[in-house]
């Protein structure tokens, strides 16, 4: 009789977690327009991924080692777009890494999340920020230095980010990134559009006026 050969059976990989994708709509907001900014940032350079509310696995093998950071950078692998970030297979780990915490989530995110980021994911640069400000303190830094994080040192109330060459702070009141080489904050998708929308009504105003201009000079010169 011959032997029956089982196949390994294959692991699943959940997609979801089933938690919610953010604890208020203010966090998932604010989630949503900096992956959005940090894409159109890294928009040209082909080996940066931004992602968030990404199931992340971490052990080959076991649906048990995964975390889902609201937002992450990793540089060095493609932009294709994944159901799941599995960093065997990806061959990187985060570069940075930003929570917006709660008063539900910061404990978890000083401890459990700030120990796995450091000493298992390796990430470069934590950062853990309140929008609401009921924690202090409301915001965080930290980089990895020999395997430890130490935290940020505030510059111009910003923290600075090496990973991402931007600064991390509040503008009037609504936490955003500034860009220091060029001096401007960077702007959520919608307000990108806004202004866009702007000058491209400006230059067809313009447009509309030069030409009006021309008529009237080419009907002067006829007569």
Known sequence: M??????????????????????????????????Q???????DVD?????????MYYEEGNIYKSISPDVFVVLGVSKKRRRTYRTWEEG??????????????????LTHKKHLYASVLGVREYYIYDPYHEINP??????????????????DERLPSLVLGLELGENDGVFGLYDPERSVWLQPLEEQVKQETKARQRAE?????????????QGKSDT
Request: without cysteine.
């Open 2 to 35: 011959q032997e029956k050969i089982n196949a390994a059976p294959t692991v699943v990989y959940p997609e979801s977690d089933g938690k919610p994708m953010a604890e208020t709509e203010d966090h998932r907001d604010l989630m949503i327009d900096f992956i």
């Open 37 to 43: 900014m940090l894409k159109h940032y890294f928009r």
């Open 47 to 55: 080996d940066a991924y931004v992602s968030g509310n990404l199931l």
């Open 92 to 109: 990187h780990t985060p570069d940075f890494v930003l929570e917006l915490a709660s008063k539900s989530t910061y404990r978890q995110d």
């Open 138 to 155: 409301y915001f965080l830094g930290y980089r990895l230095v020999n395997g430890a994080y130490e935290e940020i040192a505030f510059v």
């Open 205 to 217: 105003e313009e447009l509309s006026k030069a030409l009006a201009t021309l008529e009237r000079l």
